[in-house]
Structures are given as structure tokens and as C-alpha cells.
Nanobody, 121 residues
Framework: QVQLTESGGGFVQAGGSLRLSCVVSGLSFTNHAMAWFRQSPGLEREFVGVISRTSSTYYADFVDGRFTISRDNAKNTVYLQLHNLKPEDTAVYYC???????????????WGQGTQVTVSS
């Protein structure tokens, strides 16, 4: 059974930082690209960033150098470090796994349950 379990969300003031983690089990972690998406109430789920199987990283334009994705293959874990958070970053953040590196939602067939990030102004 494949499981992706996010943690690390919370409440933070604008300008603050958080580190999200996603622990993966039940699949070959090193053979999957790992992405982060987010979804705010009333809005569609949007791409945040992805780290490929070879640890290349790609980000959405709105990230603008504030977020960093990394992976620890020994721990089957992917991280999303969030810096300089803004109120508009408030959302549920999801990790997802795919055999291919993509900014689109469709290639990702395994998802976590999400972790809430709330940024106050």
C-alpha cells in the first residue's frame, strides 16, 4: 500500500518560515519524481515545485526563490522549505509522486492527505 504522509504545516506570521516533510512508503522512492502542490479554498490545486529522480528542481513562478525542495532518498522523504511566507501562500500543501517529472497534476498518481499552512498578515 502506497502512503504519502505530510507534516510540518502550521500557523505563521508573514515573513516567517516553515519546513514541510513528506514521508513515502510502499513505492520505489528513487524511481519517482516528487512534487508539491497547494490548494486554497475555492481555487484549483496548483503546482508549487518538483524534484526529479536525479534531484533537479523546478518551481512555479510565484515561488520567486522563497521555497526549496529537497529529498533524502535514505529516508524516503521529500521536503519543502518555505521562507518569506506571504498571506497568499495560505493553502493546503500536498506532496505527490510520479514516475515522470511534470508540472501538471495528471501524471501524479499518488498523493498525500495534505498539511495546512496558514500565514497571517
Amino acid at each position: 500500500q502506497v502512503q504519502l504522509t505530510e507534516s510540518g504545516g502550521g500557523f505563521v506570521q508573514a515573513g516567517g518560515s516553515l519546513r514541510l516533510s513528506c514521508v513515502v512508503s510502499g513505492l520505489s522512492f528513487t524511481n519517482h519524481a516528487m512534487a508539491w502542490f497547494r490548494q486554497s479554498p475555492g481555487l484549483e490545486r496548483e503546482f508549487v515545485g518538483v524534484i526529479s529522480r536525479t534531484s533537479s528542481t523546478y518551481y512555479a513562478d510565484f515561488v520567486d526563490g522563497r521555497f526549496t525542495i529537497s529529498r533524502d532518498n535514505a529516508k524516503n522523504t521529500v521536503y519543502l522549505q518555505l521562507h518569506n511566507l506571504k498571506p497568499e501562500d495560505t493553502a493546503v500543501y500536498y506532496c505527490a509522486a510520479s514516475p515522470s517529472t511534470s508540472r501538471a497534476i495528471d501524471p501524479y498518481n499518488f498523493w498525500g492527505q495534505g498539511t495546512q499552512v496558514t500565514v497571517s498578515s
